[in-house]
C-alpha cells in the first residue's frame, strides 16, 4: 500500500501571536515552527496501515524552510521518505492554490491514500483535504475518528454535529484525521537519528508543472487584514452570600454573557 | 599534570552541539514535558516509582541512548546523554534520578569492562527497559570512603558467594540487574574490591529497608543484603581486583549525568521563578520589577549558563576521547551547588507560596539537594579536583 501524508508547519500553539507590519500576517521572527497538530493523527494513522498492510509512505510538506524540521519529525516518527515542495512562486497561497500544489504532488505517485489533518492549526481553514480530493477526483472522508482500509476501499467514521457517520468508498481516497482517530507516537532516538541521515527530496514548480500557474497571483483568495482578537476583560468577583451571589451570577449569565 | 586545559586546547569546539544533538533535544523535552512533568508532583508525593515511564523511555531508546547498535542500543554520545538527563531532570527530578543511575551505573559498567557473553545477554534489556539496572558500592558504614567496604565475595568451585549488605542504593527496590562491588580479598584494600552481576531474585539476595527522603522521593533508594547468595562464576565483571578501579571510571562518566541532573532541576526553578516573577503583584507592580527580584533572577541565569558550559563541555571533551576526571568533577561540583542555590532562590522569590506543596518549588529544592551528595559528595569532588592540581 502506498500512503501520502500532507502535513503543515504551523507555529509552534505556544507562540506568542504578533501582527505583522503590513497586517496581512503574522510576523514570524523567531517563530518556531511545528508540525500540525492534527496533522501528527494522520502520520500516525500512515505507520498504523503501514504496519497492518505494509507498504511505503511519503510525507508531503508545501512550505519554506521551515518544513524541513516537519519533514525531519515525520521522518523520526517513522514515515520512509520525505518531498519538500518549495518554489519562490508559492507563497501566501490560497488553501485552492495549496491544494492545487499538493495534487500535483501526489497525482501520479500511484498512492492508495492520502491522510491529511482535518485542519491547520493557526489558519483553520479546513479547505484543503477536500480540494485536494477534488482535484485529484478521489472520494473523501473527513473529520474522521476511526479508519478501516480492507481490499480496495475504505470505511470511516466522522464525527458529524451530535453523532458520528460511517461512510464508504474506494481508494483511492483522501482522509482527513481528527482528534481521536489515534494516540501519536513520540519519535524515538533511533529514528531522529536515522531522520537526519535520510535525504529529504525537491520539487519546485517547474517540477510539477505549474511554473507560472500557482501563486500569489492567481489566489483566488486573499487575505485584507488581520487583526488581534480584542483584549478579554478583567474577570469580575461577586460578593455577598451563596443564595445572592448565585442569583446576581445567574442574572450576568442571562443579561451580559447571554449564554442561558 | 597540567591543571587545567587551556582555551586554545578546547575553542573553538568545531561543532559543539550538532543538529543531531539540538534535534534529540527538542525530541527529548516535547516527551519530557508532556509525559513526565505532568507526573512529578504526584510521583514526589506517593514516593512512587514511574516505572510506567521506565517502560516508555526504553521503547524511545533513551534508556539505551548511549548503549552501542550491535546491542541494541542508539550508539549515541555523552552530549546526547547529558542533554536526556537534563532535560528529563527538568521535568521531574527523581525520574532523571532513576534514569541516570539505570544508564551510567546499572548499564555503563557492563559495556565498559563486561564479557561479550555480558554484553549480549544484558545489553539489549536494559536497552530496551526490559529490564532495570541498579551500582552497589555505598554500605552503611562507608560511603566516601570505598575502599574500605565489607561486603565480600569469596569463590567456591563455579560459584561466587556473596555476603553484606549494600545502602542507599537507586533503583534497588525494581532492579533486575544489579551490579555489587565485593572484596574478593580484603587484605588488600581497594586493590581486593571486585565487581560481580547479581540477577533479581537470586537466593540470598533481597531489598531489605526502602528509604524514606527528603527528596527525589520518586527514585527508589533501597538497601540490598547478601546472605551466601550464589552467583555463577561467570557474572563477575573483568579481572577479580578490578572493582575498584571500574567504579572510579563509572564514577566519571556519572558525574557528568549528576551535573546534568542537577543543571536540569536548576533550569526548571528558574524557568518557574521567572515566570512567578512576572505574574505576582506587589506594591502595585509585578515583583520582577524590584530590583533585588531581578538581581537574584540574572544570578540564576548566569549560573545556569555556566554550569550548562562546565557540563557539556566535560561531555564534548569525553565524546573526543579525553579523559576527564577533572572536568566531570569541576561540572558536578558547580552544578550541584549553583541548583541548591538556584532552587532557594526560587522559593524565595515565591514567597510563602515557595514553601507550600502546590506549586513545584519546594520540591525542587529538595530534589536538587541530592545532587551535592550522590555520586560523590562536593567535599570529594573539591579533593578529587585538587588533587588533579597537582596537590
Ligand atoms: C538518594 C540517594 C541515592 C544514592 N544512590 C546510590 C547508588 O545508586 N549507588 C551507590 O553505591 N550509592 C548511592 N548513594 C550513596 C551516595 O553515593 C553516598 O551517600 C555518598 O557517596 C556519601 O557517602 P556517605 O553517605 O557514606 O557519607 P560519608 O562518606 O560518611 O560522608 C559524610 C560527610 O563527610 C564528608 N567526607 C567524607 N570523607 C571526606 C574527606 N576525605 N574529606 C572531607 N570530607 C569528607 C562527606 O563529604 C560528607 O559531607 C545514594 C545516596 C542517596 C542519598
Redesign the interface.
Given at each position: 500500500m502506498k500512503i501520502a501524508v500532507c502535513i503543515k508547519a504551523v507555529p509552534d500553539t505556544e507562540t506568542k501571536i504578533q501582527l505583522a507590519a503590513d497586517r496581512q500576517n503574522i510576523d514570524f521572527t523567531g517563530v518556531r515552527f511545528i508540525t500540525s497538530p492534527y496533522d501528527e493523527f494522520a502520520i500516525e494513522e500512515a505507520l498504523k496501515l503501514k504496519e497492518k498492510h505494509g507498504g511505503e509512505t511519503t510525507a508531503f510538506c508545501l512550505g519554506g524552510p521551515e518544513a524541513t524540521d516537519v519533514l525531519?519529525d515525520a521522518l523520526?516518527r517513522g514515515l520512509d521518505s520525505a518531498v519538500h515542495v518549495c518554489d519562490a512562486s508559492f507563497v501566501q497561497l490560497d488553501p485552492l492554490s495549496t491544494a492545487k500544489v499538493l495534487a500535483a504532488a501526489i497525482a501520479d505517485g500511484g498512492f492508495d491514500i492520502v491522510l491529511c489533518g482535518h485542519q491547520g492549526s493557526g489558519t483553520d481553514n479546513s479547505l484543503v483535504p477536500s480540494m485536494l480530493a477534488e482535484l485529484l477526483d478521489w472520494p473523501q472522508a473527513n473529520i474522521v475518528v476511526k479508519l478501516e482500509v480492507e481490499g480496495g476501499s475504505f470505511k470511516a467514521e466522522r464525527e458529524i454535529e451530535g453523532a458520528h457517520e460511517i461512510v464508504q468508498g474506494s481508494l483511492p481516497a483522501v482522509i482527513s484525521a481528527q482528534k481521536g482517530l489515534n494516540e501519536p507516537r513520540?519519535?524515538?532516538?533511533?529514528g531522529?537519528?536515522a531522520?537526519?541521515r535520510k535525504e529529504i527530496a525537491q520539487k519546485d514548480a517547474a517540477a510539477l508543472g505549474l511554473a507560472g500557474k500557482v501563486g500569489s497571483a492567481q489566489a483566488t483568495m486573499k487575505i485584507k487584514e488581520m487583526t488581534m482578537p480584542a483584549d478579554r476583560p478583567q474577570g469580575r468577583i461577586i460578593d455577598g452570600d451563596v443564595d445572592t451571589a448565585v442569583k446576581a451570577l445567574v442574572q450576568l449569565l442571562r443579561s451580559e454573557a447571554q449564554v442561558v | 599534570m597540567t591543571s587545567t586545559v587551556s582555551a586554545s586546547e578546547v575553542l573553538p569546539y568545531g561543532e559543539f552541539l550538532t543538529d543531531e544533538h539540538n534535534a534529540i533535544a527538542e525530541m527529548v523535552r516535547d516527551f519530557a514535558t508532556r509525559e513526565i512533568a505532568p507526573k512529578a508532583a504526584e510521583v514526589d508525593r506517593n514516593a512512587r516509582f514511574p516505572v510506567e515511564t521506565f517502560k516508555e523511555l526504553g521503547k524511545l531508546d533513551l534508556l539505551g541512548l548511549i548503549v552501542p547498535t550491535e546491542y541494541g542500543g542508539a550508539g549515541s554520545d555523552y552530549r546526547s546523554y547529558a542533554i536526556a538527563v537534563e532535560e528529563i531532570g527538568r521535568a521531574c527530578g527523581s525520574t532523571g534520578l532513576s534514569y541516570a543511575a539505570h544508564c551510567s551505573l546499572g548499564t555503563n559498567p557492563i559495556k565498559l569492562f563486561g564479557s561479550e557473553a555480558q554484553k549480549k545477554k544484558y545489553l539489549p534489556k536494559l536497552a530496551s527497559g526490559e529490564f532495570i539496572g541498579a551500582w552497589a558500592l555505598t554500605e552503611p558504614g562507608t560511603g566516601s570512603d570505598a575502599s574500605s567496604q565489607k561486603t565480600t565475595a569469596r569463590r567456591e568451585g563455579d560459584s561466587w558467594v556473596l555476603n553484606g549488605t549494600k545502602q542507599f542504593i537507586t533503583n534497588a527496590t525494581h532492579a533486575d540487574v544489579n551490579i555489587i562491588m565485593a572484596m574478593t580479598d580484603q587484605s588488600l584494600g581497594r586493590k581486593g574490591i571486585s565487581s560481580f552481576i547479581v540477577e533479581k531474585g537470586t537466593p540470598g539476595f533481597y531489598v531489605s529497608k526502602v528509604e524514606k527522603k527528603m527528596g527525589m522521593r520518586g527514585s527508589p533508594t533501597a538497601s540490598l543484603t547478601m546472605e551466601d547468595c550464589k552467583i555463577p562464576a561467570e557474572n563477575i565483571i573483568g579481572e577479580v581486583g578490578e572493582g575498584y578501579k571500574q567504579a572510579l571510571t563509572t564514577l566519571e562518566g556519572g558525574r557528568i549525568s549528576i551535573g546534568a541532573l542537577a543543571l536540569g532541576i536548576a533550569q526548571a526553578a528558574f524557568d518557574a521563578a521567572l515566570q512567578y516573577a512576572q505574574q505576582r503583584e506587589a506594591f502595585g507592580q509585578p515583583i520582577g520589577k524590584f530590583q533585588l527580584i531581578q538581581g537574584y533572577l540574572a544570578d540564576m541565569s548566569t549560573q545556569i549558563q555556566a554550569a550548562r558550559l562546565l557540563i557539556y563541555h566535560a561531555a564534548w571533551m569525553k565524546d573526543h576521547g579525553k579523559r576527564v576526571t577533572l572536568e566531570g568533577s569541576q561540572g558536578k561540583l558547580y552544578a550541584s551547588e549553583i541548583a541548591s542555590r538556584v532552587c532557594n532562590l526560587c522559593v524565595q522569590i515565591h514567597g510563602g507560596y515557595g514553601y507550600i506543596e502546590d506549586f513545584p518549588a519546594e520540591r525542587f529544592l529538595r530534589d536538587a539537594k541530592l545532587c551535592e551528595i550522590g555520586e560523590g559528595t562536593s567535599e570529594i569532588q573539591r579533593l578529587l579536583i585538587a588533587r588533579q592540581l597537582g596537590l
Open positions: 525531519r523520526a513520540y519519535p524515538s532516538i533511533k531522529v537519528m531522520a537526519r | -
